[in-house]
């Protein structure tokens, strides 16, 4: 039995949950972080040292951090289509999956929490207009990559797109008009159409 604590409003749980049912597995989910707490519990710390969400056990490994855990259960499950097979397509797939985390994921943060998680009468609205003049640019540069082929990592869907497709149902939730990108757009929207996605990508944000 796979276990995994987080709650469902987490963009990094959401990734997990994604990873999980494309490869049909059987999850068991115990709510955590955010209003159910838990995280900083003795238990839990033992475990997970960082004190985030996700993390996940499976038959007695433990393993926190989402991306990690994405990768973990593409490989483990390689047979789901999900884990590229060659060491150049994995790594262009590993590439974008660090891009999301160490330069998509902070460019749009603030917009995100000024919105989504602030009252309106806290907001701080430069926080929110340099978040999205730092996220713009990068929303071209998937744009640019997604003209050349249909997914990420190429003409198939792998890891490297459910965190980068977690970041832009993200963004696309935003109450923001947004740009026309036609290649993004329709990446998104052949996510957004995959049976695994459901329950994940048409969520609101929270």
């Keep these: 039995m796979l276990r995994l604590w987080g709650r469902p409003t987490s ?22 972080g955010g209003q159910f707490g838990l995280v900083r519990e003795p238990d839990y710390l033992r475990q997970n040292p960082n004190g985030l ?41 590993e590439q974008w999956m660090d891009w999301q985390q160490t330069t998509l994921n902070p460019a749009g943060r603030d917009a995100f ?6 009252p309106a009468a806290e907001r701080d609205e430069a926080r929110i207009v340099q978040s999205i003049a730092a996220t713009e640019p990068l929303l071209d540069l998937l744009d640019a990559q997604l003209e050349r082929q249909p997914f990420l990592a190429g003409d198939r869907f792998t890891m490297a797109d459910i ?42 944000l929270g």
């Excluded at 433990?62 to 060491?87: K, M, Q």
């Design 113 to 118: 929490v000024q919105w989504v998680r602030t």
């Design 163 to 204: 965190p980068a497709g977690c970041e832009i149902h993200r963004w696309y939730g935003l109450p923001r008009e947004r740009t026309p990108r036609p290649h993004l757009d329709r990446w998104f929207q052949a996510l957004c159409d995959r049976p695994g996605a459901r329950g994940v990508l048409d969520q609101p």
């Design 53 to 93: 969400v996700p993390m996940i056990e499976d038959d007695g490994y433990v393993l926190w951090e989402s991306n990690a855990i994405v990768r973990y259960l593409c490989a483990r499950h390689s047979g789901g289509g999900l884990y590229p097979d060659t060491i150049p397509a994995r790594f262009v797939a």
């Design 11 to 32: 963009i990094n749980v959401r990734k997990v949950l994604w990873t999980a049912q494309e490869l049909g597995l059987t999850l068991q989910r115990t709510d955590a």
